[in-house]
Structure formats: C-alpha cells, structure tokens
C-alpha cells in the first residue's frame, strides 16, 4: 500500500452541484497530481500542484480546480456537475525524481 | 503529440505460461515509459519505468519489460503467469520528461490468468 490516501471513496451528487474530492500525500512528497479515470478508460491528467502552486493542466475546463497545503495535500473542485463528470478520480503524489504513487480513488457518481 | 497505444483490450493466458502485454507508444524526444498494475476498486500500483539505459527493465512481482526503440514499443512480460497476476495494466508516457509524475496512459489491458 501507498502512503497516499484520499477521502470520501464514494459519492454520489447531483447534476449541477459542487464537489470537493481530499487527497493526503505519501511523507516526503511535495508535489501531488490528479487524473479521471472514465468507465473502460485510462486514467487522464487534470493537472499537479507543487509546493502549493499548479504546475501543469490537462485538457480540462476552469471547474476543475484545486489546491494544495502547506503540508502537501490537496484539494480537487469540480463546480457545475455534469452525468459525463462520473467517474474514478485518483490522487498520486511524488517527490524529487519519484514516480507517481496513487491511492486508491474517490468513485464520483452524478446522477 | 505523446501518446501510447495497447492495442489488446484483454489478453488470456494459462497459469504458468509466459505472458506479454504489448504497448507502442509516441512522443517527440526520448520516451519516459511505465508500467502501472490496476486491482479491483484499487488505486494504479506502480510496476517498473524505462527512463534510460539497458533495454531490459525489471520490476516488481516477476514482471519485465522490454524497450525497443525501432519499433516504438515497450512490452510488459512474464516468464511464468500466476492467477493472482490477473488484473487491468496500463502502460504510460511522461509528459515531461525525467520528470515523472505527469503521465499520459493507454487504455489499459486487462489480463486473465486462468488456472
């Protein structure tokens, strides 16, 4: 088992509302990424935080956003909930030259 | 554009028997090239990386993967398949280079090992 934990791991919402999705890094990680993994799909980066500022973007609109503490951890936000938005969301956190940890996912149903 | 491709949706083995799960794979530069190993309502674990050096790379469980720069592929193999190894296995690309935390993933393979 990973380091990297994430809360809730499920959840249902409503179209049209707001979610808010926590994801605690492995000690010794400063840099913490978040991917959506769609039904039968891959996992697709959304974007990464490091040492509190986002520090790339996938193809994703303006309501995905996040946030990283001084401790590391971090924040996924997802405003305006769409049917398309449900899906497996995965932290992974990693510091200087380490590949990618994960935990294991917040399951986002929107109904 | 990076991307990588897993041209097989499943792969069915007998315990016992080697295994090979194929991914090719695109990207302008050197390629940065991982495998990560899916369970049932798990998170992605971390299997083995091609970042530089010898063509043969050892990871973890048994699993090895060869790079092959010719043909743009990078195989994830087995000599000897166990049940338990069966599970969804994706094949990745960094984004950014040594920096290995921003990954692009193929579709996945999901493997079946049968007793």
């Known amino acids: 088992e990973t380091g990297v934990t994430q809360s809730p791991t499920h959840l249902i919402k409503t179209r049209g509302q707001q979610v808010t999705l926590r994801c605690s890094s492995q000690?010794?990680?400063?840099?913490v990424s978040w991917y959506q993994q769609a039904l039968g799909q891959g996992p697709q980066f959304i974007f990464q935080?490091?040492?509190?500022?986002?520090?790339g973007r996938g193809n994703f609109p303006p309501r995905f956003s996040g946030l990283q503490f001084p401790n590391y951890s971090s924040e996924l936000n997802v405003n305006a909930l769409e049917l398309d938005d449900s899906a497996l969301y995965l932290c992974?956190?990693?510091?200087?030259?380490?590949?990618?940890?994960f935990g294991q996912g917040t399951r986002l149903t929107v109904v | 554009a990076q991307s990588v491709a897993q041209p097989e949706d499943q792969v069915n083995v007998a315990e016992g028997n080697p295994l090979t799960v194929k991914c090719t794979y695109s990207?302008?530069?050197?390629?940065?090239l991982f495998w990560y190993v899916q369970y049932p309502n798990r998170g992605l674990q971390f299997l083995l990386k091609?970042?530089?050096?010898?063509?043969l790379v050892k990871g973890s469980y048994g699993f090895e993967a060869e790079f092959n720069k010719s043909q743009t592929s990078f195989h994830l193999k087995k000599p000897s398949a166990l049940v338990s190894d069966s599970a969804l296995y994706f094949c990745?690309?960094?984004?950014?280079?040594?920096?290995?935390?921003?990954?692009?993933f193929g579709t996945g393979t999901r493997l079946q090992v049968f007793p």
């Open positions: 091609y970042i530089t050096g010898d063509n």
């Open positions: 992974a956190s990693s510091g200087l030259n380490t590949e990618a940890f």
């Open positions: 935080y490091y040492r509190e500022e986002e520090n």
């Open positions: 000690s010794g990680h400063n840099t």
């Open positions: 990745a690309v960094s984004l950014t280079g040594p920096r290995v935390d921003k990954l692009i």
């Open positions: 990207v302008s530069g050197n390629p940065y």
